[in-house]
C-alpha cells in the first residue's frame, strides 16, 4: 500500500526547504480489490453496493468491493475481442434493480464476414444475465478492431441513453450522418429515437468524434467525453445536441489553416482541454465529494497510454466554478500499475479504478489486472527531526550517490524515502554507519528519509 499526501507546502528558505505542519494533509491510500482480471473495460458502482465490471474478452461480474469475491454472471461466445474490439461499455437502469436492465456494447459478427458494434439490454435474475434484446442494429455501427468505443451513459431526468462510438478507423464516417461511427448516440431505453433528437429518425445526437472512452455528467449537469486524438491533441470535450466536433478535419481544437477554415464553416465546437503528446484517456467520472478535499470539483481520468513504457497514471482535471474549462491537472500513481481504463465512484466517496495491462499494450505483471481502491488513510506524520542523528551528505545529492552517516545502533534498521508528494519512493536497509544511497530513479526535487531504528529519525536532503 503506498500513502501519498497532497497539500503539503513547502517553504523554501535560501537552498534549504523547511515542511510545514502536515496538518492539512489527506492522504490517498490504496489497496487491491481484486486481481487476475483480464482487461476490466467498465467498472461501476451498484446500488447493491457491488462493482459491476464488464473484462473485454466478454465476461460480466459482480465484484465484492470489502472481499474481493466475483460472482460472474455471464460469459458472452458473441463477443468478439480483438486489438481494440471486444466487450466495452456498461451501465445498469437507473431505477434498477426495478427494472432490472443492464445495457452494454460489443462488437461482434453481423455476417460470416463483417462486425458491428451491438447495443444491448440485459436483464438480471438470480446472478445471471437473461433476455438479451439488440437495440440498434449493428450494421450502423460498424466494427473496427480498433476505435470501437463505447461508453453508456443514461441520463435519469428524461430516461435517454447516449453512448459514444468510434470512427472505427475510417476517416469518412465521423462526418457522414446516415453512419453511426464517430458520433455519440442518444436513445430510448428501448432503443427508438426520440422525439427531440437533431435528425428526425435518427440517434445521432453529435458527430465528428474519433474514439471517446470517456462519458460522464458534471457539474450543472454538462456532459463530459474524454477522446483519443492521433499523435497530438487527445481531448476534453463538453457535448451539446448537434454538435459537430470536427474529426477528421480537426484534430484538437481548430489551430491550423485547414482546422479553421473546416471550423468556421460547420461551427465545430473545440474541446476544453488537449494534451500533446497523448496520453490516450479512457473512462472518466466527475468527483465532488469531501472523502478527498485535493480531489474535489475534477474529472478524474483513468490513463492509458501516459508516457508509454508502462509509466501511465490517474489524473484529476480540475475544473472551474462554471465547469467549461479545466484550470489544472494533476497526476496520481504516476508509473505504478501500469495502463489505467475505468474509474467508478462510491456513495461514500472512495474512488475504484481499474489497470488495463493485459489488453496487448501493456506490461502486465503476474497478478494483472486489477481494481484499485482509494480510500482516505490515517495520517502519517513525515516531521523532519530538526536535530537528527541520521544526516546524509552531500547533501544536495549532485552526483549519483549519496552518503547516510548514522550511530551504531542504527545498523541494520530499514529505512525509507518519501518525496514531496508523501510518496514512499524507495525502502531498504542501512548496513553500515556509512550507507551510500543511489540516486538511481529519483528525480530532482525534495526528500525525506526515514529510519525505523528504536528510536525513528528522519533528515530531508534535495536532489538536483
Ligand atoms: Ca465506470
Ligand atoms: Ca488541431
Redesign the pocket.
Known sequence: MYLRFVGFILLFISAIPLFAQEDSLTVIGTKDVITGLDTPW???WGPDNHIWMTERYGRISRVNPETGELTPLITMPEVYETAEAGLMGMTLHPHFPDPPYLYTAYTGKVDDSTYGVYIVRFTYARDTLVDKQILIDPRRIIGGTIHDGCRLLIDSNDMTMYVTTGDGEDYWYPQTDSIYNGKVLRMNLDGSVPDDNPIPGSHVWSKGHRNAQGLAYGPHHLMYTTMHGTFEEDEINIIVKDGNYGWPNINGKADFGDEVAFASDSSAIDPIYTWTPTIAPG?C?YYDHEEFPQLRNSLLIAILKGDGDGNSYMIAAHLDSAGTAVTDTVRYFYGEYGRFR???IAPDGRVFISTSNRDSKGFPRQDDDRILMLYAAPQVSVAVDEQSTVSISPNPMTGAASFVTLPHEFVGASYDIVDALGRIVRTGTLEFTQSRIERGTLAEGVYILRVQGDVPCSTRFVVN
Open positions: 467498465e467498472i461501476l473512462g467520472l475505468d474509474v467508478a
